[in-house]
């Protein structure tokens, strides 16, 4: 019988699947290689972060009809719709940067544990999906470890290099389109395996040499994301939470509030002392906590302090300010000049000249305490970037401080967004927390003149005490390997500037 014709409308479970290495496989996602079978939450990802919040919104007050059109016309029209709302008019790199830079984080926490192990001993792996391929093939291809992704491809205008939110033929991949993309890929020699989660799914897997059905169990359970293919160090997006249908409703309906509780929140606070603040945050409901022994302001005519923190967010000068009672100086490289001028303690910026930079930080070191973030970019996740050794060069009078941060609802960074808004996304959390942990001041031995120790082995010491505090690894890893990854570019300011102006 050739694999055309082979038809089968009854498979065994996954769990009856034998342990073994298999030579192929062809696995569909949502439902299957995911815990989850709605892929609306990644598709209002991409509404929310390639085109903006009111896009997303449409998107959700439009689900009750692709829900009819998806159980009472054809799953292929309620996806088409779902692309539709999702992609049209937006740019195609825009989709695919979101696609790299933040699905993954959600993809990765959704692997269903039973099916990627089976999918993890297969050879060659292939996804075979109804959802477009821009969309997954990033996640599949570096965490599931895919060799091929069969699903819609989405159109776009040549012109104007935006989607339009149609779908090229043979229209989007379901049921018998599925078992024609695995033949064509395959040919004569059909996959050992096939993985489905659904009765349209039974077309591919009956071409399959062996078929097995993901049921939808309360037992399932998600593959922990350190087993995948790759770590997940750098993700960008405004979203803490997968957008289901009732966490978007929760999300929009804060929205208002969480705006204006964020204003008040910034402005109230902005003119008040900062000994005075760490008080007023707790009654606005921003938790902080500060731990260790946080030094005295310096004697007139000493040199000052200098604090050196992982960089969490924007906020990490102003968290130290509060919990140290005064005002100090801090260096950035691309906060803009508004931000600056609106910033509660001196925010001066820097020019990536290293002389210039140094000269100028030593003169901010001569006035008084300076607060500098080595790694000079943000890191969400458990790590910590590389620190530049400039700031060893400076000082002996080094404090290490460990900061972290909670945050429910919104992240307070981005890459590709405007960072003026970072620091109001933070404070639109419900209840955002806090914590910075001083440690003592680096040892005369550990300090490049006082020890003999060269910068780097200061900064790469420093580094670790910060990391052993908060539990975070170590890596050797740069603010230009963040932004090549999630923005396309080398993180300075030109490069950005460069990217935006030719999309």
Known sequence: MSPAKKKSKSFPPISECKSGEYESIAADLDGTMLLSRSSFPYFMLVAIEAGSLFRGLILLLSLPIVII???????????????????????????????????????????????????????????????????????VKDYLGGD??????????????????????????????????????????????????????????????????????????????????????????????????????????????????????????LPLPER???????????????????????SPGTPGNLYVLNHRTALDPIIIAIALGRKISCVTYSVS??????????????????????????????KGDLVICPEGTTCREPYLLRFSALFAELSDRIVPVAMNCKQGMFNGTTVRGVKFWDPYFFFMNPRPSYEATFLDRLPEEMTVNGGGKTPIEVANYVQKVIGGVLGFECTELTRKDKYLLLGGNDGKVESINKSKSTE
């Open 276 to 298: 005075f603040v760490r008080y007023t945050y707790e009654i606005l409901g921003i938790h902080l906590t500060i731990r260790g022994h946080r030094p005295p302001p310096p």
């Open 69 to 139: 059109a998806y159980l009472f016309v054809s799953e292929a029209l309620g996806i088409q719709i779902l692309i539709y709302i999702s992609f049209a008019g937006i740019k195609i790199r825009d989709i695919e940067l979101v696609s790299r830079a933040v699905l993954p984080r959600f993809y990765a926490a959704d692997v269903r544990k039973d099916s990627f192990e089976v999918f993890d001993k297969c050879k060659r792996k292939v996804v075979v999906t109804a959802n477009p391929i821009v969309m997954v093939e990033p996640f």
């Open 148 to 269: 091929k992704v069969l699903g819609t491809e989405i159109e776009v205008n040549p012109k104007t290099m935006k989607a339009t939110g149609f779908v090229k033929k043979p229209g989007v991949l379901v049921g018998d389109l599925k078992r024609l993309a695995i033949l064509k890929e395959f040919g004569e020699e059909s996959p050992d395996l096939g993985l489905g989660d659904r009765t349209s799914d039974h077309d591919f897997m009956s071409i399959c040499k062996e078929g097995y059905m993901v049921h939808e169990t309360k037992t399932a359970t998600t593959v922990p994301i350190e087993r995948l293919k790759n770590r997940i160090i750098f993700h960008d997006g405004r979203l803490v939470q997968r957008p289901t249908p009732l966490n978007a409703i929760i999300i929009y309906l804060w929205l208002p509030f969480g705006f204006m509780l964020s204003i008040f929140r910034v402005y109230f606070n």
């Open 337 to 366: 000049r508004l931000s600056r001028m609106l910033s509660p303690i001196p925010a001066v910026a820097l020019t990536r000249d290293r002389a210039a930079d140094a000269a100028r930080m030593r003169k901010l070191l001569e």
